[in-house]
Structures are given as C-alpha cells and as structure tokens.
C-alpha cells in the first residue's frame, strides 16, 4: 500500500470529550470518527486494525472446532419473550417495532436465536457437541457511553455458544474455548489475566474473564500473590476473619457526634481508628401480586465495617435480596429508624428490619454504629450484649489490598483491567426456558447444556492502546499495527535515487508477505515521522540521499529511543528479522 492512495487523517488535537488515552490517540491518527454518542466510523486505518483482529479470532475458533456462522442484527421479540429477557435485560436492549407495531431487538447478543437454532437443527446426541461463532455488530444502549471504542454503544463482538449432551461435555467445551482464548490473546501480544467471574445477565454458573492489564481499566482484578487464584472484584470472595471475636471490654454509650454523619467523621472525632465503626446501609425489596402491584415492601439493613464497601453482586445473592432490591427512600428510612442517613444503626429501630451482617462485622467487639437520633452514635456495641446474635451473615463486601486469598495462599492484590473476553457455562438456562432438546441415546429428549463465549472485537484495539502508548502516540504490537512497517523516503519527490531505492526495498518487503506501506506524500521528515508515530507503526526505515551515499538506511523500532544504521544491501534481510524476533 502506498499512503497517497490511502486515506491518512491525523490531528494535532484530540476532541474536548476523549478522557482516556486510547479515545484520545484513536481520534487523532484517523482511525475512528465520532457520528453520534457511542457510535463511530471505524476509518481505513482503524478498520486494519479490526480485520486483524478478527482474522487471529477467526483462526483460532477455527483451530479449536468451531463453525462460523451470521445471526442477525434485528430480531424477533418473541424469541426474547420465551427467555424472560425482553423485560428483564432492562433499558441497555434497545426495543423497536416495525412497521405493522410487531416487537424486535437489535442484539446485544444472541442466546436467544443461537438457541432456536440449536432446536431446530441438532437434533441427536450424534450431532454433538457443537459450537458455533459469529463476528457480528452488536448494540447495547449505554445509559453513558464513553471512553470511544472502550464503552459504545455499537460495537463488533465474537460470539460463540456450545450445545453438549450433559454437564461434564460442556464444561470440556468451556476449558476447550479457555484455552483457545488464551492462544488468541497470546498471539497479540498483551499483558492480561483471566480471573474467576460473575456471570450477570447471561446467566450460568461457570465463567471466566479476560482482562488486559491497564491503569486506566474500569475493572479491579483481584489477585494472590502466593497462588494462581484470580478474581474480579464482584467475585472475590473476602474470607470470614479466622481469629474468634473478642469479649465486651466497653460499655455501650449513647455519645454525642454532632454534624458527623460519616465513618470518618466520626472516627477523627473520636480520635479512633476507622475499623472500629460500622456503615448502616438501608435497601429494600418488594413484593407483588399477580397484577404487578405492591403489596409488601421489606426494609433490610446492612452492616459494613467503615472502611469497606458493599459488593452489590455478593448482595444479590443473599437470601431475600436475590430476586432484587432497591436503596430505600428516605422516607423508608426515616419511617422505620426515625433518623435521616449518617446516624443509622441496628439498635433502636422504630419498625422491625431485617439485617444482614458481613462477615468482618460478626466478630467484630466495642463497635461504633449510628444512635437513630441526629448527631448521635453509640460506641462500645457487642453482640450478644446490646443486640442479639445476628441471624443472617454473609460475604457483601469488596475484597481490599492484603485481603488473604480465598485458596489459603497469599495475600490479595488490585490492578486495573480492561474486559476483552468473557466465557460461560449456561447449563440450561436458555435450552430450558425454550425448550430446546435433542434425542438422547435412550431416544427421550433432553435438554441442551450450553455455554457461550465473547471476545470484544472492537473494544480489544483499544485496549491495547491503554496499554502500549506513549506521550508521541500509539505502540502497537505487530501482530495489531496497521500497518507492520512503514518505508519513509526523505525527499522522494526531489531524488530519483531515494525514490528508486525506497520503490525497491517496498517492492521487496510486499513480495515477502509483510504488510508495508510507503509513505510517498513527499511530506517533510518531522511531519512525517510524527504521523507514523501517532498512528504506532512498530517498525519504520527511513531512506534519505546522505544515507544512501554511505550505502545506508536507518531502521528504528517505535520503542526503539535511536535508529540503527543499517547496510542498503541487508535492509530486507534485517527487516525480517526484526519482524521474526
């Protein structure tokens, strides 16, 4: 490829509204043009970019035994409607109609239609195990889109979903595509970790993340330093304190906290570590009739210790508060303590509350928690004393740094992630809510266990944008650049020799395979130099009329922090050994 025929479109300046450095850095070297929030034109440059990304993809689910196939974008309500998830998905699915007023989706993914054809076409045990991939636009309406390609709105998603006869099969199809996703984001080059899941609204039981390493992640990934175990923060689990609680060495007291209604108010009032006070957190769930009324509204309280926070994924599968729960108003909340937030606490409550405790806070002696009255707290709370022994404890807060590992072995550490894949075993969730069976070797139908598979085609550029840049611009591994090697000719328009020489040596770069462009704009070097920066070309020669005249060119690598000289007559030679190495 020669740039004239190209389209390069770099900016000095990134827009007002880019925040992280891949938005930022994506936007400026012309690789992705803003058309509406959260949704972008993916520019020749860029599109390179995500072709080689599907091409790795493709190569690998090929290699692992997977069938390509194209589901469709737009699809029927009623396959939605039979897996519950029209109404449950929430405000992200985007609902339409047609024009007769019939019910359709736009996908945000595709368990639904891949489950219909599983019914219709597999039809015997003798026809699996399956596993089926799309590469296939994907729209999710983000309450906030943000961070370009990162968080869009429509976006490009691999999709892969198994059908096996049982559990054991789905789960070898599970460690199969774990292992072929390990090979996919090997081959690219990047810093990542898979790390245990929760698997949200796809539903199953089993699921792993991958996350690329980067300070600017959105994720915390959890993981120990004395072992293998790796989480994310909704899924690592913070373990039971093993020491036995310490008896009551305080009286309880009704102290005076005026104007304090936070942990740490309190506990620099008190001259006191944070540790020892408790955060109330006050939600609620409802109950209803058939007609979808409210008949019942329940108030539960939870007791945190002041310097953790609530995991709302652990909450959610509490006893009570898994079928869903809202934060109370603050009428609930003056209604059933008779105090307003910042002065909430167990002891004292004007109406019944049921109360969940975390495991920190069970054992926990001489505590501090909120009086029910403003600007009052009590201190030296213990159970067993002051309040009965709590009912219902449970696992509801963020793992934090030095945490003991869940397995036993090490202490717990937090880095940054970005989400690039995440895998499932479904079980029969979906197979289930639609019927979806085949006939066994007994010849009786049975139910499809599934899992499924997705790899963020598009969000994975810019990923390793998060991860390879510098202040000049973008460092792409070579497996993801663009372009692998860029011939830049220093006054190509003014020298026949330059412009011979660099004709030759891209001529002979192409016929090897390597995917070369040249750089025949007639620009000037710091302009020039500055655009293939920007853009991340990991390998550059520059071929000028003073090197020729000393029979050479100049190599540099994009982290390279000075060129190397190399001889004319072994530039290709030397060109595909950097490229091998």
């Not at 109609?97 to 039809?123: A, M, N």
């Not at 054992?363 to 403003?374: F, L, R, T, Y």
Request: some cysteine; proline content about 5%; aromatic content about 8%.
């Amino acid at each position: 490829m020669k740039a004239s025929q190209f389209l390069i479109s770099t900016q000095k300046e990134a827009p007002a509204d880019a925040e992280v450095a891949s938005h930022k850095l994506m936007m400026r070297a012309g690789m992705i043009k803003k058309l509406g929030a959260g949704i972008y034109t993916y520019m020749p440059m860029g599109l390179r970019v995500i072709r080689k990304v599907e091409a790795i993809v493709r190569e690998e689910m090929d290699r692992a035994g997977a069938v390509e196939l194209t589901m469709p974008v737009v699809q029927p309500a009623e396959l939605w409607q039979e897996s519950g998830r029209f109404q449950a998905y929430g405000p992200e699915l985007l609902r339409i109609k047609d024009r007769h007023e019939r019910d359709f989706i736009v996908q945000p993914t595709s368990e639904e239609c891949i489950t219909d054809i599983g019914r219709q076409e597999l039809r015997s045990y003798k026809q699996l195990p399956r596993n089926l991939y799309q590469i296939q636009t994907k729209f999710r309406d983000e309450r906030r889109p943000r961070f370009g390609l990162m968080r869009g709105r429509e976006f490009t998603m691999k999709d892969a979903y198994s059908f096996d006869r049982d559990l054991d099969g789905a789960k070898r199809s599970y460690q199969q595509m774990a292992k072929a996703y390990r090979a996919i984001f090997d081959r690219f080059g990047l810093r990542y970790r898979a790390v245990a899941a929760d698997s949200g609204a796809i539903g199953g039981d089993v699921s792993q993340e991958f996350q690329v390493i980067a300070a600017t992640g959105e994720d915390a990934i959890v993981y120990s330093q004395g072992s293998e175990y790796a989480a994310n923060m909704e899924k690592a689990e913070a373990l039971a304190p093993a020491a036995p609680r310490p008896g009551p060495a305080r009286a309880m007291e009704k102290t005076p906290t005026p104007g304090k209604s936070t942990c740490e108010d309190v506990a620099q009032l008190l001259s006191v570590p944070l540790q020892t006070t408790v955060k109330s957190l006050v939600l609620a769930t409802e109950r209803l009739n058939e007609q979808g009324e409210i008949v019942e509204t329940l108030v539960w309280l939870l007791l945190i210790r002041g310097d953790h926070d609530m995991n709302e994924v652990k909450v959610s599968k509490v006893a009570g508060l898994n079928k869903g729960f809202r934060f109370a108003t603050a009428a609930e909340i003056v209604d059933h303590f008779g105090a307003e937030p910042g002065y909430l606490g167990p002891i004292g409550t004007h109406k019944p509350v049921k109360v969940v405790v975390d495991r920190e806070v069970a054992v926990m002696a001489d505590w501090i928690c909120g009086a029910n009255e403003e600007d009052f707290h009590l201190t030296g709370v213990n159970w067993g004393r002051d309040l009965p022994e709590p009912d219902l404890v449970a696992d509801i807060r963020n793992v934090v740094e030095g945490d003991l590992s869940p397995d036993g072995q090490g202490r717990l550490s937090i880095e940054r992630g970005i989400e690039i894949g995440h895998i499932f075993v479904l079980g029969t969730k979906y197979s289930e809510a639609m019927d979806a069976t085949f006939l066994d070797e007994d010849g009786k139908p049975k139910l499809f266990q599934m899992g499924c598979y997705g790899i963020g085609i598009t969000r994975l550029p810019a990923a390793a944008i998060e991860q390879n840049h510098d202040e000049r611009g973008i460092i792409w591994p070579d497996a993801l650049a663009p372009f692998t090697v860029v011939v830049c000719p220093i006054g190509m328009d003014r020298s026949a020799e330059v412009k011979a020489a660099a004709e030759k040596l891209y001529g002979e770069l192409a016929a090897a395979g390597v995917d070369v462009i040249l750089d025949d704009r007639g620009e000037r070097p710091g302009a020039m130099f500055a655009d293939w920066e920007l853009i991340g070309v990991p390998h550059r020669v520059v071929i000028s009329e003073r090197g020729l005249k000393e029979g050479q060119f100049e190599y540099q690598h994009r982290r390279d922090a000075a060129a190397t000289k190399v001889a004319a007559s072994e530039a290709l030679g030397f060109v595909k050994g950097r490229l091998k190495a």
